[in-house]
């Protein structure tokens, strides 16, 4: 299958490897990587500030990039959701945004949804706690969720615990926000921070070596936190624990 | 800019041990909310039925309220009609005044201290008495609700107990909650018997039969409507909903989104008053109908008043009620506010990580989160509210994103500054996001430089590195 | 009056296209095997007793006991079977004059398994508000009368006339002191479901 690489503009240029590890993974399970390189960023930054008119040249933009893919795969939930969810108000009837809607995954609902994978070859022998990153969970079900009364399912969680060896550890609060929100982590800092220091502590309390999820922005946040305070946590987005996994 | 939710969060949240403190009593009434509605099966057909119930009545509104009035009437209540807080006032006054009434017991109702209820009685000479045990709290130290359900959760027993010395005589450094509540019931127990009216929120109007449904667990609704002969109840126009059986199914939402119970202890029904005695009922308006005529956020109108969006926010749970500066705090007073008054919350939309927890425990599945949002767009679609700075720093990102060329170049310009600035500079107290953070590493290479290289260097498929 | 035609015609210029509403579904959902075991399960939840007293004769012993454990002075009793009381509602002239009574004991028309609710058609009585300010209340209702869910309560309920009526689910109960469960905020201490036949 032919996989066009949607790759997050703060990927790019800040956690290349996240970006490397998506391909590898993708590679690995018999896919053909292909990474248009005229694409920017999904517009999210603005658009979740309300700036909708900075945001809509971006999803043109997006369409231009990716129209005519079978596949577009993006290490992140949250642009994936933006494309998936808060691009019709954007884009005026563009009769190109079914097709590329219905082809935009994030990577672990491409890698189970579609490639069908349900055991990953590889081994992980660590602890590691899974953040649950809000705009996957809650706008793309990745999973269940803790609030809604539906049968439990968790599309990287399932992936992750199918790798050798890996642990997830048990967490208190299992799908509490980071704190992280966009511009709400600097509108917001105190209320951001705080948010994301008691993240830290439960994943320190259950016994986390490594925490992981699918959005590089939460873990950017955490991880800035816990640098700060000397937390003994590494920060591996799902796509880096996979490639590593499977070599 | 003026300060709004963020300075006030701010604040409540320095004092981290009062925050996780806050935080984890909200974070257990969620918990509570997660065990009762684990317990039905049917919980998510039961959410989407009552936001059809909902949507249904909003779509004839006008003709549920004339069905209201004329059963209720048939069934001895007087129905008032009130345009805005002022004229609810005036009205509530009014039935009062007509009987020189000065003592008045009050059960829980957000509708009256949107309206300012209590001030406007208190400066004519009654005295007004909020019996549920959270508002009587907040009453006697001088401040607002922080919670729509929970009025005192912001306070510690201690705190409790030093307020109830001061003001009923309580002895110092009692605290235990036990203890202090029999001491309010032995106050309050005074008041309902000496009431000459009491005054009831509505949580439920029934179109078919004329009543008026109030849920309480105290039992402060009962005590002050069966004693006084006068009961007023005060309602929004968007309590009523056509049938009884509509309430099998709010009446099963409610208590287990708002406090994790099956039921409040107490769920009154309302038809007529008591033998010899008055029921009026008070419907307003408030600027309900302009919100009716808003295509955008007219789904906030289903709101039951439940409080779990609270309860699950977890911004809410580490910057408490107050920081809102709203009669109704959290997720759902941050998407009434701006109807109510457009300038004056303008930081509220923005008081929120657009988590999507909220929707997901509304017993009426209003969609908050994407509401929050549409707050945002219009918020910066209008005039004034965003500051000069913030649009300027969107500007320019936006048009860095729309090219290539500037795309890069403005990411390699981060990346350098990221690598080569002094730490004092680049931490310095320009940047909020260094306070507690470190900033994200610089790699030398892009994915784009990394990709090509690696394309350059024949690799296709599989392999490692 | 103005303010009436003004809402009512700002509420109608207001008015969203026309949703469908939906039916409740007809009997309960949820069918209990043995609706007073669940019963009991729900009145313990919400912090009650239930009591079992299938015959007239246990019905009355077992008010005696309630009332002589819980040093009931003052009693009222709405439920003749339970026994007489020692206050008499019909001859209280003043609701006020209740204050002092210690236990009420009176009649649930049915009661909800779900919720542990029992419908006291309180309306009826010469003084509504016994239910609420007695120190103590005892519930009587038939076994035969308990329903499954609030569904099927609500279909049981009518309003034709005038009327006051309540779902009264265990003790009178507050945690608005730091969430600390406080059990006899304004009303009754205690919440005893006695059921009969």
Redesign the interface.
């Known amino acids: 299958m032919r996989v066009a690489l949607f ?1 997050p ?12 590890a998506t ?2 993974v993708l ?2 399970l018999g896919c ?2 292909v ?1 248009p ?2 694409q ?2 999904c ?1 999210q ?2 658009a ?8 809509a ?2 999803a043109r ?1 997006f369409l231009d990039v990716f129209s005519g893919f079978e596949a577009v795969v993006c290490p992140s939930g949250s642009c994936t959701s933006m494309v998936r969810n808060h691009y019709h108000g954007l884009l005026a009837g563009d009769p190109r945004y079914g097709a590329v809607r219905a082809a935009t995954y994030e990577l672990c609902e491409f890698v189970a949804d579609v490639l069908g994978v349900e055991r990953l070859p590889g081994r992980f022998r660590r602890r590691v706690g899974l953040h649950q990153s ?2 996957g ?3 793309l079900r990745l999973a269940a ?6 049968a439990p399912f968790d599309k990287v969680a399932s992936l992750l615990r199918s790798l050798e060896g890996l642990e997830l550890v048990s967490l208190s ?1 299992p ?3 980071c ?20 993240r830290i502590a439960d994943h320190l309390r259950a016994g986390a070596e490594v925490v992981t999820g699918t959005d590089v922005s939460c873990l ?2 955490l ?3 816990a ?2 305070a000397g937390a003994p946590l590494a920060f591996l987005h799902v796509a880096e624990v996979m490639a590593e996994a499977m ?1 | 800019m003026r300060e709004g939710h963020a300075e006030r969060a701010a604040r409540f949240a320095a004092d981290e041990g009062r925050a996780r403190w806050h935080d984890g009593a909200l974070w257990a009434v969620r918990q509570k909310r997660d065990r009762l509605a684990e317990e039905l099966p049917e919980w998510e057909e039961l959410r989407e039925r009552a936001a059809q119930i909902k949507a249904h009545t909003r779509a004839r509104l006008a003709d549920y309220l004339e069905e209201f009035e004329r059963e209720a009437t048939a069934r001895g209540a007087v129905v008032h009609w009130a345009r805005d807080a002022e004229e609810h006032n005036r009205i509530v006054h009014q039935i009062l005044a007509l009987k020189a009434i000065r003592r008045l017991v009050k059960s829980k109702s957000m509708l009256t201290e949107e309206c300012g209820l209590n001030a406007f009685l208190e400066a004519r000479g009654i005295e007004v008495v909020d019996t549920d045990l959270g508002e009587r709290i907040v009453q006697l130290a001088g401040e607002p609700p922080s919670h729509i359900v929970l009025p005192a959760i912001h306070k510690r027993r201690e705190e409790v107990g030093a307020l109830f010395h001061r003001t009923l005589g309580t002895e110092a450094g009692l605290s235990d909650p036990t203890a202090l509540t029999a001491a309010a019931r032995r106050h309050l127990r005074e008041r309902f018997l000496r009431a000459e009216a009491g005054l009831t929120g509505v949580n439920f109007a029934v179109a078919e039969t004329g009543g008026v449904v109030v849920c309480t667990n105290e039992g402060n609704a009962d005590m002050g409507t069966s004693f006084p002969r006068i009961h007023i109840a005060c309602m929004g126009v968007e309590k009523v909903v056509p049938r009884l059986e509509d309430l099998g199914v709010l009446v099963r939402l409610l208590a287990r989104s708002a406090t994790g119970q099956p039921i409040t202890t107490y769920t009154s029904h309302f038809h007529g008053p008591l033998p010899g005695g008055e029921l009026h009922v008070v419907i307003v308006d408030n600027g309900r109908a302009r919100l009716l005529a808003d295509p955008a956020f007219r789904g906030a109108l289903a709101c039951i008043r439940c409080g779990a969006c609270m309860n699950t926010c977890p911004v809410f749970r580490r910057s408490g009620g107050h920081s809102y500066g709203f009669t109704i705090p959290g997720p759902i007073g941050s998407v009434l506010a701006p109807a109510w008054d457009p300038l004056a919350h303008t930081s509220l939309p923005f008081a929120s990580s657009l988590c999507g927890s909220c929707d997901d425990v509304c017993p009426v599945r209003i969609p908050l989160h994407d509401l929050l949002l549409e707050r945002r767009r219009q918020l910066v679609a209008g005039p004034g509210s965003i500051s000069p700075g913030k649009r300027l720093a969107m500007l320019l990102l936006g048009l860095a994103l729309r090219s290539r060329a500037r795309y890069q170049a403005s990411g390699w310009l981060l990346r350098f500054a990221l690598r080569h600035l002094p730490r004092w500079l680049l931490y310095g107290p320009w940047n909020p996001w260094g306070r507690q953070r470190e900033l994200p590493p610089a790699p030398p290479a892009t994915f784009r430089e990394a990709w090509r290289a690696r394309q350059g260097q024949g690799r296709k498929g599989g392999g490692g590195g | 009056m103005a303010s009436r035609e003004e809402i009512l015609a700002a509420l109608r210029a207001a008015a969203p296209p026309a949703e469908p509403l939906p039916s409740a579904p007809a009997g309960a959902r949820t069918r209990y095997g043995d609706p007073v075991a669940r019963l009991a399960e729900a009145v313990q939840a919400v912090g009650g007793a239930l009591v079992r007293a299938p015959t007239p004769l246990d019905l009355a012993r077992e008010t005696a006991e309630l009332a002589a454990r819980l040093g009931a002075r003052q009693v009222v009793s709405e439920v003749p079977e339970a026994g007489a009381g020692t206050l008499r509602l019909a001859e209280v002239a003043d609701p006020h004059d209740l204050a002092g009574v210690d236990l009420a004991v009176l009649p649930g028309a049915f009661a909800v398994a779900e919720t542990g609710a029992v419908w006291v058609a309180a309306g009826q009585l010469r003084h509504r508000g016994v239910f609420v300010v007695a120190e103590h209340l005892a519930l009587v209702v038939r076994a035969g009368a308990v329903v499954n869910d609030m569904h099927e309560a609500y279909a049981r309920l009518r309003f034709g006339g005038p009327g006051f009526g309540v779902f009264i689910a265990g003790p009178s109960k507050t945690a608005d002191i730091e969430q600390a469960l406080v059990i006899g905020a304004h009303g009754p201490r205690s919440c005893t479901v006695l059921v009969t036949g």
């Open positions: 790759i503009c703060y990927v790019d240029q800040l956690y290349p490897g996240v970006g490397l391909a590898r590679e690995r053909e990587v990474y390189e005229d920017t960023c517009g930054p603005m979740n500030a309300g700036f909708a008119a900075q945001a040249p971006l933009r809000c705009h969970l809650r706008e969720g803790s609030e809604r009364r539906v609060r799908d509490e926000c704190g992280f929100g966009g511009t709400f982590a600097v509108a917001e800092e105190a209320v951001s921070c705080l948010m994301g220091r008691d950017m946040h991880g800035g936190l640098r700060r070599g």
